[in-house]
């Protein structure tokens, strides 16, 4: 019997490669929405179409339809922006969005706030600044993304244009979004997506490039992980992971969170080949009848490794190689100067929760506009919503310091701990899917349980904060040594118990509790950290080697090498 599409696949299948009735939907002037199955085929252009919730219920009294905007989300393989396309998002920021830029934990920017007729104008300028917004969001690969500071060899930045590569390779073809957006001329006869088909993935893919020891992109959090395996300075290859994914639902135990599993080796010059096959098993093999377990996680344990492994095989045409020796040590961002091997200098800034913007002294937005006018290198974008001033010679490090300093953006030099190592999402006020603040607690949040760290002595223990609104795990709260996951407003699940190098799942520790439970709990585990930890010992290793936390009996809680 053959299980039925979901609705979304039928949406897909009829949209003529992703226009479905956009174009009309934007040209009516007489709401501020677009209509449902058109807001779906839109994320495929970047944009999600959003209301502001803290409104919801007065507008419905003034029975006004919601306050409509749209988040729009570019695509930066890599987390790069030159200083002229720095200055373009800035601008687009503060005429078209609500006068702020985010970072996001896949190295690209987010606007908020745009409303729908400028939707249109805003992405035609992110075009012209030679950006794109194509799949940033939707059932396809999203933005690629790589260990983001170019600090150790030549070969950090090889790897940085594979990720580029692959971001260009396995992007849509469909002309909708010229025509749509930037007004091209309308295909005439058959159109075809060559690798997606007419209904792409069945859900998003996520790809992501590191460079040991340093596991700052959460490599094993990707449908794809690559790990570079560099000797003396050269690129020799990349072991491959398959099948990580953050997403799950509350309540709903066939949903969870998954590490990848490490499946070969590969030369550099296979690297397409197997990206490009991984995404078209996972294109045929994938769940289109139930969007919740159509990642490529649930195809895995649906099907099986080993035999998602043979059928990868058999489409390349070789067998990958046994894994390589890897290990990772961190997975946070390093602040401050560091040289590169070329004798430039990178400068990695701590930008909390990745929100630019300008309030009280701390005027991020503007300050980093200061810099782009000056700066003759780069900026990346890392995954843990911090920013890298990267490419900067020698000669011009205090002018950078001074500007860095005189906007507020210098925080890094003093920040305990704690506060260096803390992700949230968006949350409220638009997020759709958000059952809790995140992005708006996390400072208040930080400072109660720095004041608990610090009674306890722990004022500079590095400890992975991750703060989620809902358990759909963008801010990746499941490899958090601390983590909240939104329940419900002042709600979350608290979750302990993952390791520093992002390779371990943690584990619900209490569920459904409010802020004064929450420190309840954490105070007495501050306190036995603090007494009883081996040096250099993580919070989460020392959760486990206590007896505090029970490892897990699952694969699902460290990533694995197959054999």
């Known amino acids: 019997m053959t299980t039925p599409l979901s609705d979304f696949e039928h949406t897909k299948a009829v949209s003529r490669f992703l226009r479905g009735g956009i174009a009309e939907g934007l040209a009516d002037p007489i709401t501020g929405a677009i209509s449902e199955d058109d807001g779906k085929l839109l994320k495929f252009h970047g944009s999600y179409q959003q209301d502001d919730r803290d409104l919801r219920d007065e507008r419905r009294r003034q029975k006004l339809e919601p306050a409509y905007s749209f988040m729009l989300r570019a695509r930066l393989p890599g987390g790069v922006v030159t200083p002229a396309q720095w200055l373009v998002f800035d601008q687009i920021a503060r005429e078209h969005a609500n006068g702020t830029l985010r970072i996001t934990t896949r190295q690209t920017f987010q606007w908020h706030g745009i409303i729908k007729r400028k939707l249109k104008p805003t992405i035609a300028a992110i075009h012209h600044a030679l950006a794109t917004t194509i799949a940033a969001c939707g059932d396809v690969v999203r933005n690629v993304v790589s260990s983001a500071n170019p600090v150790e060899s030549p070969a950090h930045a090889i790897t940085y244009a594979w990720a580029a590569k692959l971001s260009e390779d396995l992007a849509p073809k469909t002309r909708a979004y010229h025509e749509i957006w930037l007004d091209g001329e ?331 439970a929450i420190l309840d709990a954490l105070d007495p585990l501050f306190a036995r950290y603090a007494a009883e930890r081996a040096e250099g010992e993580g919070f989460g290793d020392f959760l486990l080697r206590s007896g505090i936390l029970a490892p897990l009996p699952s694969r699902r809680i460290a990533a694995t090498v197959l054999a």
């Not at 992980?225 to 398959?242: D, K, P, S, T, Y």
């Not at 722990?458 to 040594?481: F, K, Q, V």
């Open 186 to 516: 309308q295909l005439v006869g058959e159109e075809q997506e060559p690798l997606y088909g007419p209904t792409y993935l069945p859900r998003k893919f996520k790809i992501g490039l590191a460079i040991p020891p340093l596991n700052d992109v959460d490599v094993f959090a990707q449908d794809l992980g690559l790990i570079a395996i560099i000797e003396q300075g050269r690129l020799r290859g990349f072991n491959v992971a398959i099948g990580g994914g953050m997403g799950a639902s509350h309540g709903d135990a066939t949903t969870y969170p998954r590490l990848a599993d490490v499946v070969g080796f590969v030369q550099p010059e296979q690297l397409s080949a197997v990206a490009e096959a991984v995404v078209t098993v996972q294109r045929d093999w994938g769940n289109r009848s139930e969007r919740k377990h159509a990642r490529l996680k649930y195809t895995l344990d649906h099907r099986g490794l080993e035999a998602f492994v043979t059928e990868l095989q058999s489409r390349l045409g070789f067998a990958l190689q046994p894994a390589q020796p890897f290990q990772f040590d961190h997975n946070g961002d390093r602040y401050g100067w560091i040289e590169g091997h070329d004798g430039l200098w990178h400068l990695t800034l701590q930008i909390e929760s990745g929100r630019l913007a300008d309030v009280g002294e701390r005027r991020g937005l503007t300050g980093l506009r200061e810099l782009a006018k000056v700066h003759s290198g780069d900026f990346r974008l890392t995954c843990n919503q911090n920013l890298i001033v990267a490419n900067v010679a020698a000669a011009d490090r205090a002018r950078i310091d001074t500007i860095v300093a005189a906007h507020g953006l210098d925080g890094y030099r003093q920040q305990s701990g704690i506060r260096r190592h803390a992700v949230a999402c968006v949350a409220m006020p638009t997020c759709g899917l958000a059952m809790a603040e995140s992005e708006r607690y996390l400072p208040n949040l930080l400072s109660k349980l720095q004041a608990a760290l610090e009674r306890h002595g722990l004022d500079e223990a590095p400890i992975l904060l991750r703060l989620s609104g809902c358990p759909n795990g963008c801010s990746r709260p499941y490899l958090g040594e601390i983590a909240l996951v939104g329940r419900g407003p002042g709600r979350y699940d608290l979750r302990l118990g993952a390791d520093f190098s992002g390779q371990r799942l943690n584990q619900v520790y209490r569920e459904n509790i409010d802020e004064a």
